[in-house]
């Protein structure tokens, strides 16, 4: 199994920028793919980001292309989200989420059914 824990939430101005982290402890990171979800008071929880084992496929949810980069080091057991050009919208509480499961494509990494593993998340305000 892995735990996983997110860093670097907090408050920033709309068009700014800020970091996330997740740590992965336990089992080796490298054998999951893995996420990064939200979800803003009142709405479902959505995909933001995904990445393949090593990192070299990414996904994206059609919000936040162009301005959300996800990114991992499977040596350092973390995985990040470099956010910029925020908007008051993407408010939300962010989580890191990792599975096992064999597949690829979109729906590998979009459907939050396919995750076994969650971190506790973290509150990004964007205020305008």
């Known amino acids: 199994q892995v735990q996983l824990e997110e860093f670097g939430g907090g408050p920033v101005q709309a068009g700014g920028s800020l970091s996330v982290s997740c740590a992965a402890s336990g089992r080796t990171f490298s054998y999951y793919r893995a996420g990064w979800f939200r979800q803003a008071p009142g709405k479902e929880r959505e995909f933001v980001a995904g990445?393949?084992?090593?990192?070299?496929?990414?996904y994206y949810a059609d919000s936040v292309k162009g301005r959300f980069t996800i990114s991992r080091d499977n040596a350092r057991n973390t995985m990040s989200l470099q956010m910029n050009s925020l908007k008051p919208e993407d408010t939300a509480v962010y989580y890191c989420a990792a599975h096992e499961n064999i597949c690829q494509g979109y729906g590998c990494y979009a459907d939050s059914d396919k995750y076994d593993y969650w971190g506790q998340g973290t509150q990004v305000t964007v205020s305008s």
């Open positions: 990445i393949s084992l090593h990192g070299g496929i990414t």
